[in-house]
């Protein structure tokens, strides 16, 4: 991470995770590594850490994080589409609908494939239907992509609802589990004298795929989480990324310096699809049955919206975005009835405080501040006067003659 | 006013890079270019130069693909390109400058070179997946060619800052180092002095020349007569989509249909005045 940009010196405590940022990057390289390995290894224990305060009262921790982690890999997609290379897609929940019907259809509908199995070529199916919504709407610019993947997702949807061949209303199931493995029981902790105790009576089994228990779904779909950010950072830092955020920042600049854009805006997509495939997969494993109730518009903008809290443009925003928008109504599901309003507000207030979101990329409040410079000096640069200048003819030097002149 | 009189091309020894034949672009009612033919050879600066709406940034556009010409064809390399794709004309060996500047502002000065350098590559999301040789390969040869051309332009101690963030001279620069980074043929600079002083104009038509000692051929958009005349080989001049002179620095500066051009009265006013 090159980032040199200097800050406002305003320390203000909206600029924390920025901040805190810049203090990551400085790291040297093994610490930073050192520090991420003990990240994802404190996520994985966390269902069974059960710490107070995070873990959610009334509903089943692991349960939770389980629908957060897949929020994450649904925000570390769409921002390949929206961050990277900036085209709104309004209608992502169509992706995450068609892996998982992919794999209902395979499994329990019209099949009986193992889900591992099935997986595949749900992703195969995510990324062709990417590529064919792509082909004919990604000639049109902004606000269109946005309506057309809008109405992309309703279709999705409303063939879901009249589609006896895919359960019509009523869905798809059952939907069989991953294979399991199981080795070892792991006991979670015991919070409740105040002190962590360790409660062999409360255990989970690594790694058995069952209804009664959502952890290790939970680790197979953080497993898949580190796998796609790991991918993501590998191609976003390759001419395949350059060429996105070039695309998004001035799609005719970009083309003008040899970036085919229709080819990497269709590849944005290809690969945005195939990790909501990957997201959807899981989540009808999990649920066991699918109907098209899960897949409606508000999913889409609760999706977008994890980007956009987030910081679209960064993973690490996505991911951030995401929790906030899966995790936190679930940690006040006791509020049940506010639960939205407060969002909404929460929303309202990001969009008035922080409009870049919690951890934007690099762009910086000092790069905007500059535009308005540039824009102002290039408005102010007609060159009335900048013809014909000293040295050139004046009409009483010119002395045009025939010999002078180049006209025949 | 101007009438269209057929400027007999001047004689030339090296081979042509570019050609413009008969080009005529119309906007419904407005013709941005009417007839204009005009050539480039091989290492030369030639300067185009006109009055305001005299069609320069239009032949720009139809050069580099953004428009397709009404009628009438543009010939690169020895071939013809008119109504090819704009990225692959930029393939082909054109890269260009714009009048407004256009840079990738969220991305660091060093990625929008590396953007441009990036037209010569080939891997694509697999290979940077995987991490393959080649890609590696391609990757730090485009950095190493990007620092090269950030120094060259001057812009070398600003790698790392946004492109958004750098001041209007430097992002004038970071334009052309992009271009460049593209390795073209033809390097197309439209009025990329505009808003300099007169001593940055000075730095830039030196560096002009020092593009042109690197192999390569341009051809200069530049409302300012003196700078142009200080560096340019040849003159093509516009006024109102139609070319009116086409010679040397020195013939141009007496051509009294220049003249009217420029000081936007009838030709044969400026002749009277004699
Ligand atoms: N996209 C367009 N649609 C309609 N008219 C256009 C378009 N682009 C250019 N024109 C017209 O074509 C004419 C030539 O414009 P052009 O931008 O090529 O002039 P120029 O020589 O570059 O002038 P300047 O020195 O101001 O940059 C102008 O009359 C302009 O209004
Ligand atoms: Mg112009």
Request: hydrophobic content about 45%.
């Amino acid at each position: 991470m090159s980032q040199t940009t200097s800050a406002p010196p305003r320390r203000s405590r909206r600029d924390l995770l920025g901040g805190l940022r810049r203090r990551l990057s400085g790291m040297p390289r093994w610490a930073q590594f050192l520090l991420m390995v003990a990240i994802a290894l404190l996520c994985y224990v966390l269902p069974l850490l059960e710490p107070p305060i995070i873990s959610t009262p009334g509903t089943d921790f692991g349960g939770v994080l389980f629908t957060v982690s897949v929020y994450v890999l649904v925000a570390v997609g769409l921002n390949i589409v929206v961050g990277y290379a900036g085209l709104l897609d309004l209608g992502y929940v169509g992706f995450y609908a068609i892996g998982a019907y992919t794999v209902g259809v395979l499994t329990a509908q019209h099949a009986t494939w193992p889900w591992l199995l099935s997986l595949p070529v749900a992703l195969v199916v995510t990324m062709v239907s990417g590529v064919l919504l792509g082909w004919p709407t990604l000639r049109v610019r902004g606000d269109y992509l946005a309506i057309v993947t809008l109405g992309f997702g309703e279709i999705v949807r409303l063939t879901l609802i009249n589609s006896e061949w895919l359960g019509a209303a009523r869905g798809i199931r059952p939907i069989p589990s991953p294979p399991s493995l199981p080795l070892f029981e792991v006991p979670h902790l015991d919070w409740s004298t105040g002190v962590p105790l360790v409660d062999f009576s409360d255990t989970t089994t690594f790694i058995e795929f069952g209804v009664t228990d959502p952890i290790p779904f939970y680790w197979l779909a953080l497993t898949l989480i580190i796998l796609v950010l790991l991918a993501d950072k590998r191609i976003k830092d390759s001419r395949v990324g350059r060429a996105w955020e070039a695309t998004r920042e001035d799609e005719d600049a970009a083309e003008l310096m040899g970036v085919p854009t229709f080819r990497f805006k269709l590849l944005a997509f290809a690969i945005g699809a195939f990790v909501g495939g990957i997201a959807g997969s899981l989540f009808a494993t999990r649920q066991t049955f699918i109907n098209p109730e899960s897949f409606t518009l508000l999913i889409s903008i609760l999706f977008l919206s994890a980007v956009v809290v987030g910081g679209q443009g960064n993973r690490w925003g996505a991911v951030i975005g995401a929790v906030v928008v899966a995790y936190l109504p679930e940690r006040f599901r006791g509020f049940e009835q506010w639960r939205v309003l407060v969002f909404g507000l929460a929303l309202m207030l990001l969009a008035i405080y922080r409009p870049q979101g919690l951890l934007p990329p690099r762009r910086t409040v000092r790069a905007q501040r500059m535009e308005a410079e540039t824009e102002a000096l290039e408005v102010g640069e007609e060159p009335e006067d900048a013809v014909i200048a000293a040295g050139g003819p004046t009409p009483d030097d010119a002395a045009p003659t025939d010999e002078g002149s180049s006209r025949g | 006013m101007a009438e269209t009189v057929q400027q007999p091309t001047p004689v030339t020894t090296g081979d042509t890079l570019l050609s413009l034949d008969d080009v005529t672009l119309k906007f419904g009612g407005v013709t941005a270019l009417n007839g204009v033919s005009f050539h480039i050879d091989r290492g030369e600066i030639l300067g185009l130069i006109g009055p305001n709406g005299a069609g320069k940034t239009t032949a720009f556009n139809v050069v580099t693909g953004i428009y397709r010409p009404t009628s009438g064809g543009v010939t690169f390399d020895g071939e013809q390109i008119t109504g090819l794709k704009r990225y692959r004309i930029a393939k082909r060996g054109i890269a260009r400058t714009f009048q407004n500047i256009r840079l990738f502002r969220a991305m660091t000065a060093l990625e929008n070179v590396m953007v441009g350098a990036d037209a010569r590559h080939t891997t694509g999301p697999i290979s940077a997946l995987l991490g393959l040789p080649r890609h590696r390969r391609e990757e730090a040869a485009g950095r190493e060619l990007a620092l090269e051309l950030l120094d060259f332009v001057g812009v070398g101690g600003r790698a790392d800052e946004l492109a958004g963030n750098l001041s209007y001279g430097d992002q004038r620069r970071l334009e052309i180092a992009r271009a460049m980074a593209t390795q073209p043929k033809l390097l197309c600079l439209d009025e990329p002095a505009a808003g300099f002083n007169p001593s940055e104009k000075q730095a830039l038509m030196e560096l002009i020349r020092k593009i042109r000692d690197r192999g390569l051929t341009v051809l200069l958009i530049e409302h300012d007569m003196r700078l142009v005349m200080g560096v340019v080989d040849r003159v093509v001049v516009l006024e109102f989509g139609t070319k009116i002179a086409d010679a040397s620095p020195t013939e141009v500066q007496n051509d009294p249909a220049v003249i009217a051009a420029y000081l936007g009265v009838a030709e044969d006013e400026v002749v009277t005045d004699e």
